[in-house]
């Protein structure tokens, strides 16, 4: 669970884009260009991350507090 400021770390290549999703997959952010972002403004909950890279997309699942 996180409350603040997230980023994302692995080998995933060039990252392009971040989105966070909520869980009826509305956009809430997108931010280019960098590997981290801040939650610090959403509701406690549960949330999608989609991490588009250069060559892929990741899907990932953060919990806010």
């Known amino acids: 669970p ?10 995933v290549g060039e990252i392009v884009v971040i989105e966070v ?3 009826q997959g ?5 931010i280019e ?3 981290s972002f801040d ?4 509701s ?3 949330y999608i991350v989609c ?3 250069d060559s892929d997309t990741h899907y990932l ?3 806010k507090k």
């Open 61 to 63: 699942k953060l919990i």
């Open 51 to 53: 991490v588009t890279t």
């Open 26 to 30: 509305r956009k809430l952010i997108s």
């Open 2 to 11: 996180t409350s603040g400021v997230v980023r994302v770390m692995g080998d």
């Open 39 to 42: 939650v610090s403004s959403l």
């Open 21 to 23: 999703l909520d869980m």
């Open 33 to 35: 260009g960098t590997d």
């Open 44 to 46: 406690a909950g549960q």
